[in-house]
């Protein structure tokens, strides 16, 4: 099962894509695990997750924490601390 | 009599008109006794600014604004709520966001109005770009830790009143 994954603000531009569709492999069961995995796939990634505490994911369009299992996510976003307001 | 109250969430490129917001709360009816409104506009942070350009998630972004609406009627006795947010390139002078609260008595109003915003700052998905007057690219606004910090306090008020 294939699982998308989108990119906003800073952490979009470094990794140089919106979007992707990914087949994550076996063993990646949480939020921490997916940014590890991430993380070694190529030196933009490395750039745009050097510090994976500071980064924010989503899963389905809720915020979660990077303990949080991904079981089951269809969409989970990746972004930095939110400015809006 | 108890209803529901449905709060209006909009994300939306446009500008909004204050009056408008205010007048859709409250026309028609008699028993609500305070409006309060809040309204973020862009800065030019002394002339130095061109724009500001704001990036959301569709979908997300209502969905989130929606839950803290929801939490904030849930919490408070209130008798509409608003919150407007805006994306793309807003220039200064510029609304960007409005939050209107409505209720019988003003401090419901007023505290609702606020926590609203400083959960808005601290999760709502959107994220500011800066653009220069000088015509560089300033990038993207650091998060602040006062942001959080203020939404933070929400939760030592709410755990006390427990």
Request: some cysteine; aromatic content about 8%.
């Amino acid at each position: 099962m294939s699982t998308k994954l989108i990119y906003f603000a800073w952490v979009r531009e470094r990794i140089g894509k919106p979007e992707e569709d990914v087949e994550l492999p076996a063993g990646i069961e949480t939020v921490a695990d997916l940014l590890r995995w991430l993380k070694s796939r190529g030196e933009e990634y490395e750039h745009a997750l050097q510090y994976p505490d500071v980064i924010r994911v989503a899963i389905n369009q809720e915020h979660v924490e990077h303990r949080q299992k991904i079981a089951g996510a269809r969409e989970i976003a990746l972004f930095p601390p939110m400015t809006g307001g | 009599m108890i209803s529901a109250v449905v709060p209006i969430v909009r994300i939306q490129a446009e500008d909004f008109d204050v009056a408008a917001e205010i007048a859709r709360l409250t026309q028609g009816r008699a028993d609500i006794g305070a409006v309060v409104t809040f309204s973020g506009l862009c800065r030019d942070e002394a002339g130095t600014l061109a724009a500001l350009e704001l990036e959301h998630y569709p979908g997300m972004a209502e969905a989130e604004i929606g839950r803290i609406a929801a939490e904030a009627i849930e919490r408070w006795p209130l008798q509409g709520l608003t919150a407007i947010h805006r994306h793309g390139k807003i220039a200064p002078g510029e609304n960007i966001v409005l939050v209107v609260a409505a209720s019988v008595h003003r401090q419901a109003a007023f505290e609702a109005a606020n926590f609203l915003m400083d959960y808005l700052k601290s999760r709502a998905p959107f994220w500011k770009k800066e653009h220069r007057a000088d015509g560089s690219e300033g990038g993207w606004v650091d998060a602040k830790e006062a942001d959080d910090e203020a939404a933070s306090r929400w939760k030592q008020a709410a755990r006390k009143r427990t």
